[in-house]
Structures are given as C-alpha cells and as structure tokens.
C-alpha cells in the first residue's frame, strides 16, 4: 500500500513553501498531503513559475500515488497574507495550526508520517506562543515525555541530549534520568528505524577534553561516565565519553552507527559540515514518523527559486522509507 506523507511547509515567509512545490514537480512512490494555507501556495508556485494543482485531501479515500506538480491539500487559513522574505507575526498561529493538525493527523492513522519544513521559533514566540522547536511541540502534542533528536547524513548519525535550550541550562540539563532516557531511545530506535542489531554509539564528553579527569568539569565523571555504565550493564554497546573535538574523526566514526553530543552546537555543526543540504532531521521516540529539512527558513532565498532542495528530498526520502518498514511490519 502507497504511504501518504503529510508536508507542513512551516514558515510562510520562507523557502518551506517553495521547497515544497518544487519537489512537489518529482516522481515520489507515495501520495503527498500538504497542510498549508492554498492561496499562499498557489502564490509562491506563481512566484517561481511552477505549475501546482492543489486537490482537497479526502481521508475516507484510499491512498494514490503522486502526479508531478500536484499536491493533496488540508487547507488552514492565513491570519494575513504571507510575503516571500518577511516574517509576520500574525501567522505565527497559523504556523502552529498546521503542525497540530499533523501531528494530530497522525496519531489518528490517517497519515503515515510527517515532513516538516522549517519555521521561524522567534515569530511563533513573539505571538504569544512559546515554542522551542518541532521536535519539543510535538513531544508535547503527543503527549510522549522524551524523545530525541537525530540528524543524518551519508556516514554520520548526530542526536542530541539537550535540544533547544539556552547554553547556561545545559549542564543541569545533562542528568542521570535524562542521559539513561535518550539513550535508551537512541538504542532501540536505532534497531528499529535502522535496523542496526547491536547499535555502536560514541558519546561526547560535555567538558573540554571530556574534562580532563575532573579538572575542567566533572559532569563526565559524576553523571555521564556512571550513567553509560548502568547502561553497558543493560546491553547497550556504549563507547565514551570522550573528547568531541576529537571524536568526529573516521578513526572513530568508521565503527559508530551515531555518536551522541551533549548539547545542540557540539554535535550539529560538524554533521552540517559534513552533509548541510543533504542530511535529515529524524524525531526518535515519538508515536509516528517525523522528519525534517536540516536547514532553517532563508528568509534572503524565499520566492527566488534558489532555494536546494537536496535536505528536502532527504527527508521525504527517508519519511517513505520508513512509513513503507512500519506498513510492512504491521498492516493497517
Ligand atoms: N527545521 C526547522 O524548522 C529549522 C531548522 C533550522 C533552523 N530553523 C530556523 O530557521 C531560522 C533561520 O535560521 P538560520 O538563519 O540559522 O539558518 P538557515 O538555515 O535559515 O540559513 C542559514 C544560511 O543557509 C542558507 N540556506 C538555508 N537553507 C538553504 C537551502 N535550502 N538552500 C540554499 N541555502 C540555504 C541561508 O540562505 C543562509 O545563508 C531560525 O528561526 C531557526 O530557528 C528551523
Ligand atoms: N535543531 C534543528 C537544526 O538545527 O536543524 C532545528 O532547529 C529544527 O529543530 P526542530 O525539528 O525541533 O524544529
């Protein structure tokens, strides 16, 4: 049976809707369901002088493989219309409406997975709604208390233990239940989404040179070092902490199937190096398929057609691949 992804462009004023029409042109072995505001779509297709034809999205009808240039539609309404390049608080609820009505979506089963494209946190904020990231708003919506973020790309697998929280917190944020949690998410999600039997994972240290036998921090030998032993106890193959400056070396990674950094900059700059425009942001531990783009809104590239579709691709790409594996192993 044929997957029906669900895309939520995300951000009106930048490239997740163009990025959408324009894979929306490819062949995909599945049936694509954007929720989005139509006229805003219709719009930016116009912009880019791409051909698009939104059809409503009936849930009682069965799945059908998608037509190039051509995309199903759950329509949600724009408070304001959307300019390419600006950002308007007035759609922050909008924004917001459309992950719910994914998330949502998916929790019923009419969905097989989510695509997100990316939205701008700030704006969402400044209208009234805290928001830290997808990854955290749909952890809440699905009311699932952990989950983890993981990035991917040819040869590296990055999750995080803290997600989007200031650097101050970070440290206090690194506890025993917290690392034995992701871990344990990492662990299973990765024989199960990946099908990597017994997973190798590398740990970074959070201090400089995972601090220096205590000297330059000790959060690796009174959380990170006792808790990866319990974890070891349990079965789970476990190599660190140690140095992150050192660690994203092939020595190294030639034998991890992901290595895990503490917070959000130890670990996403070195896989954007590697793979920016062709990576996927994967959310582990929640109750259906999430992936994402790797990049952020580009307010400079919106409307312009300059926008790579690569990071893109990839995440449909692997949002099928995935939906495929579960509908295999467990028919609806
Ligand atoms: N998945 C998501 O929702 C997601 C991911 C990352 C960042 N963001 C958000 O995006 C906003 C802007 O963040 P930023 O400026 O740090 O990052 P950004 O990724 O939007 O832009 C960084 C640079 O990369 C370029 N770039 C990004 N995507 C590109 C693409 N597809 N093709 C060509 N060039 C591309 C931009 O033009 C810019 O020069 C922030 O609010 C951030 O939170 C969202
Ligand atoms: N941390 C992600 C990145 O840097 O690509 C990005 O902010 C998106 O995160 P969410 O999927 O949680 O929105």
Known sequence: MLSKIAITPGEPGGIGPDITIQVAQLEWDAQL????????????????NLPLILVD?????????????QLFIIDVSMAEPAKAGQLNEANGRYVVETLTVASQGNLDDVYDAIVTGPVQKGIINQAGIPFSGHTEFFAGHSNTSDVV???????????????????????????????HKVISILHSELQ??????????????????????????????????????VLRAEGINLIGPLPADTLFQEKYLQDADAVLAMYHDQGLPVLKYKGFGNAVNITLGLPYIRTSVDHGTALDLAGTGNADIGSM????????????????????
Request: glycine share 6%.
């Open 33 to 48: 369901i954007i929720i989005a505001d139509k006229s805003m779509m219709l719009d930016r297709a116009k912009t880019l």
């Open 57 to 69: 999205f009936d849930d009682t009808k069965p799945s059908v493989q998608h037509v190039p240039g």
């Open 149 to 179: 973020m993981l990035l991917a790309t040819d040869g590296l697998r990055v999750a995080l233990v803290t997600t989007h929280i200031p650097l101050q917190y970070v440290s206090k944020a690194i506890t025993p239940e917290r690392l």
């Open 192 to 229: 199960v989404k990946f099908g990597i039997k017994n997973p190798a994972i590398f740990v970074c240290g959070l201090n400089p040179h995972a601090g220096e036998g205590g000297h330059l921090g000790r959060e690796e030998i009174e959380v990170i070092e006792p808790t990866l032993d």
């Open 313 to 332: 691709k990839v995440a449909i790409t692997h949002a099928i691949k995935m939906a495929k594996e579960k509908l295999t192993r467990a028919p609806k």
